[in-house]
């Protein structure tokens, strides 16, 4: 197993400069991460310095409340593929799910995930967990594997908590192997990242990829 490829290198931060972009994305060279996570302003920016690896350059789309109209994320979506993105990660509309309006959150996320694959790009969904019921989980879960979505991602990293192995091993009951799961959100070392991935995470976002593949 390379753990390695397992992690999006991510920085979300809202007062990340340039400098620091360019040193996620050596990290990320020297490391040969999944991918580099960076804001929409920085996709242009991280794609050219990404060219002739094979690291992705992954954002956000609807981050981090979700809260965006539709025509929104799909334009922020569009907009982000035009500069480079290869991985989408977008939050669906967490108000609308828990008030049970489920085809309001399908159709979010279809639409983001049509633009997506229309031009072969992998679709993530952030759920944020910490929000939700244990049931609200499944349902999200649910919805994102019929909405056609790539992966069931845990959390922004931005709300009361991250990712937690209980809520990794939930959404895997619930989605199988049908889409991948990824872990995101206070994951600090090897042992925690192990313990993600054992619970059945396939993907990893977090800004401590020195320090995990560095055990």
Do not use: C
């Amino acid at each position: 197993m390379e753990l390695s490829k397992y992690i999006d290198h991510t920085l979300l931060k809202a007062e990340s400069t340039e400098e620091q972009v360019n040193q996620i994305i050596k990290e990320a060279k020297d490391n040969n991460f999944a991918s580099v996570m960076i804001n929409p302003y920085w996709v242009k920016h991280t794609h050219e310095q990404l060219k002739g690896t094979d690291i992705h350059t992954a954002t956000v789309i609807g981050f981090p409340l979700g809260a965006n109209t539709t025509d929104i994320k799909v334009a922020e979506a569009k907009k982000a593929m035009e500069d480079g993105a290869d991985e989408l990660d977008m939050v669906l509309n967490i108000g609308e799910l828990k008030g049970n309006n489920l085809d309001a959150v399908e159709s979010d996320i279809v639409a983001v995930v049509e633009a997506g694959h229309a031009q072969n790009k992998i679709v993530k969904v952030i759920i944020e967990t910490a929000l939700l019921t244990d049931d609200e989980k499944v349902t999200a879960a649910k919805l994102v594997m019929k909405a056609g979505a790539d992966f069931v991602k845990t959390s922004t990293g931005f709300s009361t908590a991250g990712a937690k192995v209980e809520d990794v091993k939930l959404l895997k009951q619930t989605v199988g192997d049908a889409i991948g799961v990824k872990a995101s959100g206070g994951i600090h070392s090897k042992a925690e990242a192990m313990s993600m991935i054992a619970a059945g995470a396939t993907r990893l976002g977090t800004s401590a990829s020195i320090k995990i593949v560095e055990g």
